[in-house]
Nanobody
Framework: QVQLVESGGGLVQPGGSLRLSCAAS????????MGWYRQAPGKARESVAR??????????EYADPVKGRFTISGDNAKKTVYLQMNTLKPEDTAVYYC?????WGQGTQVTVSS
């Protein structure tokens, strides 16, 4: 069993930054496979960024709308994954979730508005 707790959401003006955190506990031994997703009102949940391993090499994979603005990183010792979000836009407004192996956190609201 895995527990995921997100934090760090809030209200920010366009062009601003936020850093989300996802603290994991339970049966998780590597941060590879953890990812951030978001769901805006009236829209389907979509992938934002994921930490993956391919051919023995670790990668960060990003959705096109956030490339160059968002950065996913992790601290294995703390079992925590972060999402640094820069140059935020109103269209980034959504509930952000972290996920691992089919487990989901409760989400944290990010609102980008002036």
């Amino acid at each position: 069993q895995v527990q995921l707790v997100e934090s760090g959401g809030g209200l920010v003006q366009p062009g601003g930054s936020l850093r989300l955190s996802c603290a994991a506990s339970g049966s998780i031994f590597s941060l590879n496979g953890m990812g951030w997703y978001r769901q805006a009102p009236g829209k389907a949940r979509e992938s934002v960024a994921r930490m993956i391993t391919r051919g023995g090499t670790d990668y960060a994979e990003y959705a096109d709308p956030v490339k160059g603005r968002f950065t996913i990183s992790g601290d294995n010792a703390k079992k925590t994954v972060y999402l640094q979000m820069n140059t935020l836009k109103p269209e980034d407004t959504a509930v952000y979730y972290c996920s691992y192996g089919g487990w989901w956190g409760q989400g944290t609201q990010v609102t980008v508005s002036s």
